[in-house]
């Protein structure tokens, strides 16, 4: 790859901690709109971490008295901070940022304590809400519905919520319940304003999901535009690093939720991708932002000047989409060639570990889009090298992800609050498909067995069931099925765990 001094005459800018060049100066709105973007680089148990947040007034008025509220994982204590901030209970914060003219950014750092009582691998959230954030343009063909997901751990239950929060009717809008990374359910909606639906489930340790789309024609809505909520950890454990393979927030300027796993030693100089994506091919669907994370660190033996990191985007990246995020230290940007984006640190003084390893670390991070119609199939690689001053690059490891639909599987569950009738599978293990008949010998009604409400290859007659092989199963497992009830909408007729063993 060469020297940075090989280098050096490809990468000029501006300084700052980000800055938008003139492809992206166009102001959101015609009046003030605070934006945000929160970087979390690493959550060591038991340790003090230092969390960023930038912000912008991407609105075309001035930002009079602006400000941003923060809310922290239960698990998160705050130390300290570089901003003056209000304490309003319940681990959420109020970080004043004062009369912002249009266009104007600034940062503030806080200090936070990973609790030693959370478990190893656990994830922990951070929500950044800058204000003000009223959009005060008319939006054509926007109802004015906008869909909210929420969720809450209550004791034995896991309740959702989707509500509409927005002045008009909404459009028939679907949504899917995921386990860990099984879809369970799926289903459609209508919402009157302030109307919501409540969907409960168990409390059995694992991590559940819930996404809805979003009302067509929303200011903020792009491909694949979802809102959605999460929950780890009630009723325990059972499962861990489920949430960053989806991903944990809407794309809205004055909103940024970062979520990431606690960890104790980690590799100094690396890059990540968000969210992670499903399964080993880390899969994610057509149209999903890519959000960066690059950690570098000095571990010479003399103090680094200057650092700058090279990425060359993939062919699959769409490179005017580029918006540069937080950073550890102020720096330029440029872009140049087919995608080469180029990060510098300019006078960053960053000292070697052996004198202060604490202050030797740094970050930068970006968002970017994906070309529209990519191929199913297509692989994003992305990797970067980082440059001390004028020695060889460190290159960090590659990441990937695949454009797909997640394959999932699954008959549509809805909770009860009776007991659950009995059925017979037939045979187990399956190696093919099971057929599923009512103990009683009656049959199903039709809108037990709806098959549009099949999530996996399934056949319907009213006598039984037939449950195909799930797509993409390839050894010995077991899924969870439910049937719904006839009579209610919401109950539960039985439910129960298929044996496949192909």
Same mark, same amino acid.
């Given at each position: 790859?060469?020297?940075?001094?090989?280098?050096?005459?490809?990468?000029?800018?501006?300084?700052?901690?980000?800055?938008?060049?003139?492809?992206?100066?166009?102001?959101?709105?015609?009046?003030? %709109?605070?934006?945000?973007?929160?970087?979390?680089?690493?959550?060591?148990?038991?340790?003090?971490? $230092?969390?960023?947040?930038?912000?912008?007034?991407?609105?075309?008025?001035?930002?009079?008295?602006?400000?941003?509220?923060?809310?922290?994982?239960?698990?998160?204590?705050?130390?300290?901070?570089?901003?003056?901030?209000?304490?309003? *209970?319940?681990?959420?914060?109020?970080?004043?940022?004062?009369?912002?003219?249009?266009?104007?950014?600034?940062?503030?750092?806080? $200090?936070?304590?990973?609790?030693?009582?959370?478990?190893?691998?656990? #994830?922990?959230?951070?929500?950044?809400?800058?204000?003000?954030?009223?959009?005060?343009?008319?939006?054509?063909?926007?109802?004015?519905?906008?869909?909210?997901?929420?969720?809450?751990?209550?004791?034995?239950?896991?309740?959702?919520?989707?509500?509409?929060? *927005?002045?008009?009717?909404?459009?028939? %809008?679907?949504?899917?319940?995921?386990?860990?990374?099984?879809?369970?359910?799926?289903?459609?909606?209508?919402?009157?304003?302030?109307?919501?639906?409540?969907?409960?489930?168990?409390?059995?340790?694992? $991590?559940?999901?819930?996404?809805?789309?979003?009302?067509?024609?929303?200011?903020?809505?792009?491909?694949?535009?979802?809102?959605?909520?999460?929950?780890?950890?009630?009723?325990?454990?059972?499962?861990?690093?489920?949430?960053?393979?989806?991903?944990?927030?809407?794309?809205?300027?004055?909103?940024?939720?970062?979520?990431?796993?606690?960890?104790?030693?980690?590799?100094?100089?690396?890059?990540?991708?968000?969210?992670?994506?499903?399964?080993?091919?880390?899969?994610?669907?057509?149209?999903?932002?890519?959000?960066?994370?690059?950690?570098?660190?000095?571990?010479?033996?003399?103090?680094?000047?200057?650092?700058?990191?090279?990425?060359?985007?993939?062919?699959?990246?769409?490179?005017?989409?580029?918006?540069?995020?937080?950073?550890?230290?102020?720096?330029?940007?440029?872009?140049?060639?087919?995608?080469?984006?180029?990060?510098?640190?300019?006078?960053?003084? %960053?000292?070697?570990?052996?004198?202060?390893?604490?202050?030797?670390?740094?970050?930068?991070?970006?968002?970017?889009?994906?070309?529209?119609?990519?191929?199913?199939?297509?692989?994003?690689?992305?990797?970067?090298?980082?440059?001390?001053?004028?020695?060889?690059?460190?290159?960090?490891?590659?990441?990937?992800?695949?454009?797909?639909?997640?394959?999932?599987?699954?008959?549509?569950?809805?909770?009860?609050?009776?007991?659950?009738?009995?059925?017979?599978?037939?045979?187990?293990?399956? $190696?093919?498909?099971?057929?599923?008949?009512?103990?009683?010998?009656?049959?199903?009604?039709?809108?037990?067995?709806?098959?549009?409400?099949?999530?996996?290859?399934?056949?319907?007659?009213?006598?039984?069931?037939?449950?195909?092989?799930?797509? *993409?199963?390839?050894?010995?497992?077991?899924?969870?099925?439910?049937?719904?009830?006839?009579? #209610?909408?919401?109950?539960?007729?039985?439910?129960?765990?298929?044996?496949?063993?192909?």
């Amino acid at each position: 790859m060469g020297s940075l001094q090989q280098r050096a005459n490809h990468y000029t800018g501006h300084f700052g901690y980000y800055r938008y060049p003139r492809l992206f100066a166009r102001a959101l709105a015609d009046c003030p %709109l605070l934006s945000v973007d929160l970087a979390i680089p690493l959550l060591r148990r038991c340790f003090s971490n $230092t969390i960023y947040v930038n912000y912008c007034n991407q609105g075309s008025e001035t930002a009079d008295s602006a400000w941003v509220d923060v809310a922290l994982d239960p698990y998160l204590t705050l130390i300290g901070s570089t901003n003056t901030y209000l304490d309003l *209970g319940n681990n959420n914060y109020r970080f004043p940022v004062g009369n912002l003219n249009p266009g104007q950014c600034g940062s503030f750092t806080l $200090t936070v304590h990973v609790e030693c009582t959370a478990v190893p691998g656990q #994830t922990h959230c951070i929500t950044a809400h800058g204000f003000p954030d009223t959009l005060c343009t008319t939006v054509p063909d926007w109802s004015g519905a906008e869909i909210q997901a929420s969720v809450s751990c209550q004791d034995t239950l896991v309740q959702f919520e989707l509500r509409n929060v *927005g002045p008009a009717p909404s459009q028939l %809008l679907d949504y899917i319940i995921i386990e860990d990374d099984v879809v369970l359910l799926n289903g459609s909606e209508q919402y009157d304003p302030n109307e919501a639906i409540n969907l409960n489930f168990p409390a059995n340790g694992h $991590t559940w999901r819930i996404e809805t789309e979003q009302e067509p024609g929303h200011p903020f809505a792009t491909t694949n535009q979802i809102n959605m909520a999460f929950e780890e950890g009630c009723g325990g454990y059972a499962s861990l690093g489920f949430i960053n393979q989806f991903p944990v927030d809407a794309f809205v300027p004055s909103w940024d939720r970062d979520c990431v796993q606690n960890i104790g030693s980690f590799d100094p100089n690396d890059k990540q991708g968000f969210p992670t994506g499903f399964s080993s091919e880390h899969y994610i669907r057509p149209g999903q932002d890519l959000e960066y994370l690059i950690r570098f660190q000095n571990t010479g033996t003399d103090t680094a000047f200057t650092v700058v990191i090279c990425d060359t985007l993939s062919p699959w990246l769409d490179p005017a989409t580029v918006r540069p995020g937080a950073a550890s230290h102020p720096y330029s940007w440029t872009l140049s060639g087919q995608g080469t984006l180029a990060f510098t640190f300019s006078n960053i003084l %960053l000292p070697d570990s052996n004198v202060n390893e604490a202050a030797s670390h740094g970050f930068v991070s970006f968002r970017i889009e994906q070309h529209p119609n990519l191929p199913l199939g297509a692989v994003v690689y992305n990797e970067a090298d980082i440059y001390f001053d004028f020695n060889e690059a460190v290159r960090t490891n590659q990441t990937w992800h695949t454009i797909g639909e997640k394959p999932t599987s699954g008959i549509k569950p809805v909770h009860a609050q009776k007991p659950p009738s009995e059925v017979r599978i037939h045979p187990q293990p399956a $190696t093919t498909f099971v057929e599923i008949r009512r103990a009683d010998g009656a049959a199903f009604s039709k809108p037990a067995i709806d098959p549009n409400r099949c999530l996996g290859p399934c056949g319907v007659q009213l006598e039984f069931i037939r449950y195909y092989l799930p797509f *993409g199963a390839g050894k010995s497992q077991s899924r969870i099925v439910f049937l719904p009830d006839s009579q #209610t909408r919401w109950g539960l007729f039985t439910s129960g765990k298929i044996l496949f063993n192909p």
